[in-house]
């Protein structure tokens, strides 16, 4: 009788201890599965950033913009630059006119010569 006790004890606390011990081991398996699923979305999402190629061909793209936008401010400060001279010139020489300037009078006097 108190061998048939002892056993029966000894089974109850076994029954237990493996209940609590599955348990916090299933609870242990739980966790660590979520950590494993979000460890693979965010690999996911690098691999899939890394392979696109979207952000290279934007930038190759405004590297090409920028390149045009240089070469037409190179032609519009070389137009520039060219009117300055061409102002500072006959400002500091007003004798000196291009045929462009040239006033009437100069005109009139180019026919009565004929």
Do not use: W, Y
């Not at 201890?17 to 599955?22: C, E, I, K, R």
């Not at 696109?52 to 137009?79: F, S, Y």
């Not at 300055?84 to 300037?101: G, V």
């Amino acid at each position: 009788l108190l061998f048939a006790q002892a056993k029966n004890l000894l089974k109850q606390l076994e029954d237990a201890h493996d209940d609590g011990n599955t348990k916090d081991l299933s609870d242990d398996l739980e966790c660590i599965s979520n950590e494993l699923n979000q460890v693979k979305k965010k690999m996911d999402g690098k691999a899939s950033s890394m392979t696109d190629a979207t952000p290279l061909v934007e930038i190759r793209a405004a590297i090409q913009r920028l390149k045009k936008e240089n070469k037409e401010l190179d032609l519009r400060i070389g137009v520039l630059d060219h009117e300055l001279t061409q102002a500072m010139m006959i400002e500091a020489n007003p004798q000196e006119r291009s045929p462009l300037n040239l006033d009437e009078s100069e005109d009139e006097h180019s026919f009565d010569n004929e």
